[in-house]
């Protein structure tokens, strides 16, 4: 980040013009500032002061200042890149999308607000200053880019030294940044790999880069160099969405979350062993980087690579670190440093690295080809995309699968993580000792993740459980013990109230820094709920829709408030008006139906249902409750069509399948029932219910 001058500006500002969206975007300057003329935040063209620039390659954005304190970042950008690889261009960072002043993507919208979504990882030691009350900021830094300060701390005790030189090995930084310090990497001859001189015994430096390197959320500030890096951010794990079942980036992930899945990682590899955190650049360039711990003569050659030297197939990163393009413009390395493995994409549909080369041909001639070269599909060192494939599919295996990995610590940290996460959507009894067994894990990933999954669990049982967990020595762990925990003290004793108070404490603190974000507020509103506190719940939710009316979770999360109240009808009201924000969401829709069944008010219900699985026809949880509603109306053939329809995308799901045997049986068609509760059976044979379905249909026949 730096102020816009002509030393630093890189867009051409002679008059340029962009056109998007039919808007006509005019770049200029006017006594020696820069400028924009463009649509604004009601839709009008204005003139919009550009004052400061973000990022000098492969692009450059430009800060303009709105009231409140609001720093926004322009939308279009500039391509800084050289002519002749498609640069020195104005263009828009969503080009496909129609983006007007009403889109959350809008250059004068939160999601583009500098405040929250920027400064922390572009400057040094920023504080947001958000005045709640007043709805503005005040945001400051101590420098305006990222300066010495950000990785090494405070220098004051730096400077001290200089000028004295005492004995000192920290040379007065606070952030002993020294994994590598002592340690050696040795080639073994026999394997062509090489091997730490020493382990590896903390993440320092590795979390001094997560914070701007990482998917995460921030929950407090004041972070400096040397301190816990989840005490200050939440960071995401490898979710669908954000990942592909493989772990491969899918989204901006921003490399943390890759790295920590890789053998590298596991090795004892850290940042800066391949990167020179002072230069921006690597430590040495194309394979010879590599080469630095992987012998050159076993791997740097076509018996190992099986492409012609110096052939985009021969360099170790587009097979080990496939790029993806963001920002139009950015491609960046999957850090997740990964052996490719075309047959997943045969079986799973995940991307690989040599059709990413090879658009010409298919993943099955690809595997064919790794197969033919190494006498086998190598498998490589993350084994959980089957499971987190099964997951994404709604598959009957997924919570074996899933338990399995969160078993498994041959696998990362992250990856277990994941597994317990995702097995919130399959309450058994191995879920919930996966669960117990993951809260005393060393990883704090982990037992966050544990936390979260016993959240099935029966009031009395969570607390018993996750008690000790408040006391956690990481916030972010604590935070979520609190949350879980917020509907389970009614029977705790003065030792652990006290802990919880703690815990609440600090997960209030969090949601009331995010006050500039409907999510902060909505989240506040709903720990409030699960307490007990339902006016300062429901005072949440309505200040999360002043700040956002189009804010869904807000207009849900209010809805079954006044349910737990007994106030079904101001609900549908709450909803009705989200509806009128936000016409075509399927949940406000699918929720709306909720109501109006406790009210008695079928039909108009059914029409509700209707409307939420046309509107997001792969959600098999619309379509099911569609179907029933549709069952108890008695327009069974149309039940009936829709179990069908979704079964087709999501074959093995349990409650679809018993409905396809009931709604048959209930039709007269006992052969069709059986067959569907055989499958039932087959796919859930431990489930009580399963069982239950399948003898009562053959002791029918």
């Known amino acids: ?80 890149r050289p002519s002749d690889q498609g640069g020195q261009r104005w263009f828009h960072l969503y080009p496909d999308d129609k983006i007007d002043y009403r889109d959350e993507l809008h ?25 709640a009350a007043a709805a503005t900021y005040g945001t400051t830094w101590k420098e305006i880019a990222v300066g010495c300060e950000a990785c090494h701390g405070p220098g004051s005790a730096h400077l001290e030294w200089a ?84 772990g491969q980036q899918r989204d901006e992930v921003y490399v943390w979350g890759s790295f920590l899945q890789s053998r590298m990682y596991h090795a004892g590899v850290t940042c800066s062993d391949c990167h020179d955190p002072h230069g921006s650049k690597v430590r040495a360039e194309g394979n010879a980087l590599c080469a630095r ?58 991307p690989n690295a040599c059709n990413g080369c090879h658009r010409d041909r298919d993943a099955k001639w690809a595997a064919g080809a790794v197969a033919d070269w190494f006498g086998h599909q190598p498998q490589g060192f993350q084994r959980f995309a089957e499971a987190f494939a099964s997951a994404e599919l709604g598959a009957a295996d997924a919570g074996s699968s899933l338990v399995r990995v969160a078993a498994d610590h041959s696998q990362p940290a992250i990856a277990r993580a994941t597994a317990l996460e995702e097995l919130t959507h399959y309450p058994a009894a191995a879920t919930v000792q996966a669960a117990q067994t993951g809260l005393a894990d060393p990883d704090a990933l982990v037992r966050r993740a544990s936390i979260e999954t016993l959240d099935m669990l029966p009031p009395a049982q969570r607390l018993a459980l996750l008690a000790p967990l408040l006391d956690d020595p990481i916030r972010t762990v604590r935070m979520e013990a609190a949350s879980v925990l917020a509907d389970s003290m009614a029977g705790a004793d003065a030792s652990r109230r006290a802990a919880f108070d703690r815990a609440a404490a600090e997960f209030e603190s969090v949601q009331q820094y995010s006050a500039d974000r409907p999510e902060g507020r909505a989240g506040l509103g709903s720990f409030f709920m699960r307490e007990g506190r339902f006016d300062e719940a429901q005072a949440q939710f309505r200040s999360a829709l002043a700040l956002d009316p189009k804010y869904v979770p807000a207009y849900v999360n209010l809805a079954n408030l006044l349910r737990i109240q007994g106030r079904d009808s101001e609900g549908e009201q709450a909803l009705r008006e989200g ?45 099911y409750v569609y179907a029933v509603a549709l069952q108890s109306g008695g327009r069974l053939p149309a039940a009936l069509a829709e179990v069908n329809r979704a079964l087709a995308l999501r074959p093995d799901d349990r409650d679809l399948l018993i409905a396809a045997a009931t709604f048959r049986r209930d039709s007269g068609d006992l052969a069709g029932a059986r067959q569907y509760a055989g499958r039932l059976a087959d796919r859930y044979p431990d489930d009580p219910d399963a069982v239950q379905l399948k003898r009562e249909l053959d002791a029918a026949h």
């Open 579 to 623: 509806l009128r924000r936000a016409p075509e969401d399927a949940v406000l829709h699918h929720t709306l139906g909720l109501t109006l069944v406790r009210m008695g008010r079928k039909p108009e219900a059914t029409a509700e249902f209707a409307r939420a699985a046309k509107l997001a026809p792969t959600d098999v949880r619309f379509a």
């Open 1 to 80: 980040m730096q102020e816009a001058t002509p030393k630093t500006v890189l867009g051409n500002f002679a008059n340029a013009t962009f056109r998007h969206a039919g808007v006509e975007s005019t770049f200029f300057q006017r006594g020696g500032k820069f400028f924009v003329r463009t649509d604004g935040p009601e839709g009008k063209l204005s003139d919009f002061e550009l004052g400061y620039t973000f990022g000098i390659a492969p692009l450059q954005q430009y800060l303009s200042a709105l009231p409140g304190g609001r720093l926004q970042a322009l939308s279009i950008a500039w391509d800084s």
């Open 163 to 246: 000028r004295t030189k005492p004995a000192d090995a920290t040379m007065g930084l606070t952030a002993e940044l020294s994994e590598r310090a002592g340690a050696r990497w040795t080639i073994d001859p026999a394997t062509g790999n090489a091997a730490r001189s020493r382990p590896r015994e903390h993440d320092t430096e590795i979390e001094v880069c997560a914070p701007c390197h990482s998917r995460r959320s921030q929950i407090a500030e004041g972070y400096r160099a040397g301190l816990r890096f989840q005490d200050f951010y939440r960071p995401a794990l490898l979710s669908p969405g954000l990942y592909f079942p493989d």
């Open 293 to 350: 711990c992987h012998l050159a003569a076993k791997y740097d050659v076509p018996e190992h690579h099986h492409h012609p030297r110096e052939s985009a197939g021969a360099r170790c990163v587009n097979c080990h670190m496939p790029a993806k393009t963001y920002m139009i413009v950015d491609p960046r390395q999957d850090h997740s440093l990964r052996i490719p493995r075309p047959d997943l994409t045969v079986t799973l549909g995940t």
């Open 107 to 131: 250059w004068t919208r939160r999601s583009q607000n500098w405040n929250f979504m920027c400064a922390d990882c572009h400057s040094t030691d920023v504080r947001k200053n958000y005045d």
